[in-house]
């Protein structure tokens, strides 16, 4: 299993269960433990992308290494993740700001729809990390700083 690559899902997957258990705690009407809750969500959320950002600059990314007739469907996939990442990332930003600012009638506009897209962007990952280190061996892994250094 790759080190890495594991930990970020790891972290993806956790943030994304306890974005779950802070839904489940507000329609419980437990304000202070959705609080505490959906920051350790946040916290986490900014661990994956610490993570993925630094293996990105100073390992590189793995291309698929799975068959031919399967790499459009993949490349297809981590495009759609990335996109849901991204959009997620901007969401989850947008919701707490609202929930700091105690804009609450915005913040519990927005809570649902970021907290969907932001399950939808784990289960995405948990799929990609699958198809390219599980399912199949990975391809080659490049570095950016390699490719810069051109070593
Ligand atoms: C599932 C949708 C969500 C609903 C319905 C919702 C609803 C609420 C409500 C009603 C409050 C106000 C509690 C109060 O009056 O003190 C609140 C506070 C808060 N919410 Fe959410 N929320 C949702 C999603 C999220 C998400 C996704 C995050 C973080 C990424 C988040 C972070 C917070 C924080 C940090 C507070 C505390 C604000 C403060 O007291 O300073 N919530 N939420």
Redesign the pocket.
């Known amino acids: 299993m790759p080190l890495l690559p594991t930990l970020s899902t790891f972290f993806i997957v956790l943030s994304a269960v306890l974005?779950a258990a802070?839904?489940v705690l507000?329609?419980k009407?437990r304000?202070?433990s959705?609080?505490?809750v959906?920051?350790a969500?946040?916290i986490s959320?900014l661990i994956f992308f610490i993570i993925y950002a630094s293996r990105t600059i100073f390992v590189g990314n793995t291309s698929f290494g799975g068959p031919d007739d399967i790499k459009a469907f993949y490349t297809i996939f981590l495009v759609f993740h990335i996109l849901l990442a991204t959009v997620g990332a901007v969401?989850?930003i947008v919701?707490?700001t609202?929930?700091?600012?105690?804009k609450?009638k915005k913040?519990?506009k927005?809570?649902?729809?970021?907290?969907i897209i932001?399950f939808f962007t784990a289960i995405t990952g948990v799929a990609v990390y699958l198809l390219l280190y599980i399912i199949y061996d990975g391809g080659k892994t490049t570095s950016m700083i390699k490719a810069i250094l051109g070593t």
């Open positions: 974005v802070g839904w507000i329609i009407n304000k202070s959705h609080r505490k959906m920051i969500a946040a959320a969401f989850g919701t707490l609202f929930a700091f600012n105690r609450i913040h519990e927005i809570g649902p729809v970021t907290s932001w």
